[in-house]
Each structure stands twice: as C-alpha cells, then as structure tokens.
C-alpha cells in the first residue's frame, strides 16, 4: 500500500466535497471531552464534597442521580448520533471515490439505512468490554461506599486507592488485563466491519468474519494506518490545543452560578446544560477535520484492501469445467 498516495487522495476527497466536513460534526461529538470535562467533573466534584461537608443525603443525592441521569442521556443520544455520523462518512466518501455528487442528504441517508447493523455491531464488539468494566467499577465503589473514608473519596483517587485491600487489587488488574486484548481486537475489528455493513450490506456477524479475514491478510498495514492516524491526530490535538483552552473557560463560566450560591437551582443547572452544550458542539466543530479525513482514510484502504481480497479469490479460484 502507497500510504503517501492515500493520504493525498483521503484529503483531495474530503476537501472537494466539503459537505462531509459537516457530516464529521456528528462523529466528532462526544460529551467527554476535554474541555466538556472541565463543567462536568468539577460538578460531580462539587456534589460530592457538599455530603462531606455536611450536607444533608436526602438533599444531595437526588442531585446527584439527577445529573448523572441527564449526562447519560445526553451520552447515549451523542453516541447514536456519532454512530450515524459515521456511517454517512462512509456512504459519502464511496461515492466521492467514485465521483458521484456527494450531499449532507445523502450522506446521512446512506449512513442511516445502516443504523440499526451499526449499532448491533458496536455492542457485539464492546459489550464483553463494558462488563468487565463495569465489574471492576462496581468492585471498587462497592468497597468504598463501605468504608469509612467518606464520600469525598470519589474526588481524590488516592483515598480510594487505600480503601481497597490487596485482593481486590489484583482482582480489578486481573479484569483489566482481561479486557485489554478485547479491547485492542475490537478496534481492529470495528473499521473494516463497519465499512462491510455500510458498504456491501452485511449483517452485522458477517461483518465481523469479513473484517477478520482483510485482518488476516492485511494485519501489518492495518496497523500501521492505526499508528499513522493517531499520530495525525496527536498532532491536531496540540494545534487544535490553541482553540480548546478558550472553549474550557466557557464550560468552567456555566458553573459559576452553582459555585458562588452554594445551590444548584432551575437556573444554574440550564445555565451550566448550556455552556457544557456549546462547549461540546464548538469542539466537535474543531474536530471534525481529523475525524473526517480519519474516516477517509480507513474508507479508501477498505476498498483497496477488498479489491485486493477479491483480486486474490480470482486468481486462486480453480478451472472449472464449462
């Protein structure tokens, strides 16, 4: 594989259709990013050391449910959304390849047609991940809601580190070695499978077994793109860096009315829902260049490797008689 030749020609198709740009806002969003995170853990913070100070459980930990509900709703509907983002990424940059007029439109309505296979996909690959995780945070705050150390244990990880006996240690690091070998197949699995859904109409098992026969064949490529890619985007990120700091101060101003009245009201929690919003959309904004061109790239490997596969099956298919 020519890697120079295809990063030129990921770039030449994102910018001359640069509707896909728009298309990659939805797969850049993501509620937990850096600077999102900056109005969202210091609100968790904020709750939990007003129980450690004093405040009332019947008062606080409504409080506490209520946003942690909220942030997961809001999680789940980014996530459906970056997930059909990311299939119109893929529809779109087909046909860019292809020469055919690309839409926003049409982008999304290729990508939405997959939906359903996209989603299926994303829990087949990750869910034996998200349990052990979840076993292992589970495990952790278990212990801790039962020791002594006090609620603000949540904001100081070393707290929670020392309530934790030695066995429980080594079982979290047991179930985290566990889960990274799942996590670095699953990576692996996910680009090609979800360009074998979008592309080719494969179901969402099928998908699977057809990512992991490219894999066995194109396993070193494979990961160098991996590696090549997230080195273009380390290297976004710092010159992205210079716009995110401004946009941390807006989600940090949202908290300001929480913080100075020491009570969280109707109108303190809108304001800070609304600076978190703006901070998330003007940074999925940002994003987006390297989350398009990414996906551009991963799209045209795809089909240069399956013209590949496809290439190999013809010349090793045997004579048959006519």
């Given at each position: 594989m020519d890697f120079g030749n295809l990063l030129a020609q990921a770039w030449q198709i994102v910018w001359r259709h640069a509707v896909l740009f728009a298309v990659g806002v939805l797969l850049a969003l993501k509620i937990f990013n850096g600077s999102a995170?900056?109005?969202?853990?210091?609100?968790?913070?904020?709750?939990?050391?007003?129980?450690?100070?004093?405040?009332?459980?019947?008062?606080?930990?409504?409080?506490?449910?209520?946003?942690?509900?909220?942030?997961?709703?809001?999680?789940?509907?980014?996530?459906?959304?970056?997930?059909?983002?990311?299939?119109?990424?893929?529809?779109?940059?087909?046909?860019?390849?292809?020469?055919?007029?690309?839409?926003?439109?049409?982008?999304?309505?290729?990508?939405?047609?997959?939906?359903?296979?996209?989603?299926?996909?994303?829990?087949?690959?990750?869910?034996?991940?998200?349990?052990?995780?979840?076993?292992?945070?589970?495990?952790?705050?278990?212990?801790?809601?039962?020791?002594?150390?006090?609620?603000r244990s949540f904001s100081e990880p070393a707290v929670v580190l020392e309530a934790i006996p030695v066995g429980g240690m080594i079982m979290a690091s047991v179930l985290i070695i566990l889960a990274l070998p799942l996590g670095l197949a699953a990576l692996l699995i996910l680009p090609f499978a979800q360009r074998g859904i979008v592309l080719e109409g494969l179901g969402v098992r099928d998908s699977i077994a057809h990512s992991v026969e490219i894999l066995g064949i194109r396993l070193g490529e494979t990961i160098l793109l991996f590696l090549l890619t997230w080195g273009l985007q380390i290297v976004f990120s710092w010159v992205s860096g210079i716009f995110m700091g401004p946009l941390t101060l807006i989600g940090v101003f949202g908290l300001i009315p929480i913080i100075e009245n020491q009570e969280m009201t109707l109108g303190s929690v809108g304001m800070a829902i609304i600076s978190m919003g703006a901070v998330v959309f003007l940074a999925a904004v940002i994003n987006s260049f390297i989350y398009t061109y990414r996906s551009a790239i991963f799209t045209l490997a795809y089909l240069e490797f399956v013209e590949g596969l496809e290439h190999d099956e013809d010349v090793f298919k045997p004579n048959m008689p006519y």
């Open positions: 995170a900056f109005g969202i853990v210091p609100l968790f913070v904020y709750l939990t050391e007003m129980l450690d100070g004093g405040g009332e459980m019947d008062q606080v930990m409504p409080l506490l449910v209520a946003t942690g509900l909220i942030v997961s709703l809001v999680w789940f509907c980014m996530w459906v959304l970056r997930i059909w983002g990311e299939g119109g990424l893929i529809y779109g940059v087909k046909q860019g390849a292809e020469e055919q007029t690309v839409t926003f439109s049409g982008a999304l309505m290729g990508g939405g047609a997959a939906l359903g296979r996209l989603l299926g996909l994303y829990v087949v690959l990750f869910i034996p991940i998200f349990v052990l995780t979840l076993m292992v945070t589970g495990f952790i705050v278990g212990i801790v809601v039962a020791s002594d150390v006090g609620w």
